[in-house]
């Protein structure tokens, strides 16, 4: 499958196609000519970064990111200690809110970055996340991420994260209980997003239940772009979806 197998970005009668990125990028620390040409390729209208930059000139390093992949810098990055929101110019932005969550050193401090945006007549709430490496802390970042879902009061909203662990763990489950996974719902693409051992899928895309999943997974055989440079931009693979979310 190519990405262009994948539903475009499009205006419908009552809905919106709206592509979605989620990408862990490594605070911009591999090849960022190769990680522009990747996040290009996949032609996103929203990209749900992990791993933002987040000390010394991180303001910056997202305007030379947005800059590289004609989108532009949302809400995120430092000010949710990492995770970051991006979108082209087809989204309108309504409002934004950074979160912090409950920090327990010596474990890194944890965030969401959120907002909610319209796309051609579709509202649309996003989150993006990168949950905790210790199972305890996940498990209960899962149940706080479900509660920023509800607290956001959208009928339409879509999550994208580095989740740490794969499907059959007991976060990455919690979540699933209650939102959609992409890739379950509509499998395209490949599976596996960490590119080293132990090769699972620990970073996905979840919506509520009115979004259309039209495809979800990790695009290979992007116009312009090698697997070398899938490896060089980051130590993930970009999980792309394509939803179909209705119009008000």
């Not at 933002?52 to 949710?80: E, I, Y």
Request: glycine share 8%; hydrophobic share 45%.
């Amino acid at each position: 499958m190519t990405v262009e197998d994948l539903p475009g970005s499009r205006t419908e009668p009552a809905s919106a196609v709206v592509r979605v990125l989620s990408y862990n990028i490594r605070s911009m620390r591999d090849d960022t000519a190769a990680l522009a040409r990747v996040i290009r390729a996949c032609a996103p209208d929203l990209v749900l970064v992990q791993e933002a930059p987040r000390f010394f000139r991180w303001r910056k390093a997202a305007a030379r990111l947005a800059h590289a992949t004609g989108l532009v810098h949302v809400t995120g990055g430092a000010t949710a200690a990492g995770p970051m929101v991006l979108s082209s110019l087809r989204a309108h932005v309504e409002r934004t809110e950074d979160v912090l969550l409950p920090h327990h050193p010596p474990l890194h401090q944890r965030g969401f970055a959120t907002a909610v945006l319209r796309i051609g007549g579709a509202r649309l709430g996003v989150i993006s996340t990168h949950l905790s490496l210790s199972p305890a802390e996940r498990y209960d970042q899962a149940g706080l991420l479900l509660d920023r879902v509800a607290a956001m009061d959208e009928q339409n909203v879509v999550v994208g994260g580095d989740f740490n662990e794969p499907p059959d763990r007991p976060g990455f489950a919690r979540i699933a209980e209650h939102l959609q996974d992409g890739f379950a719902v509509a499998p395209w693409g490949g599976e596996v997003t960490n590119v080293r051992a132990p090769f699972q899928r620990i970073d996905a895309v979840f919506t509520t239940e009115s979004v259309e999943v039209l495809g979800c997974g990790v695009p290979h055989a992007l116009p312009g772009v090698t697997d070398a440079d899938l490896h060089a931009a980051t130590d993930h693979l970009p999980v792309l979806a394509a939803l179909r979310v209705p119009t008000a």
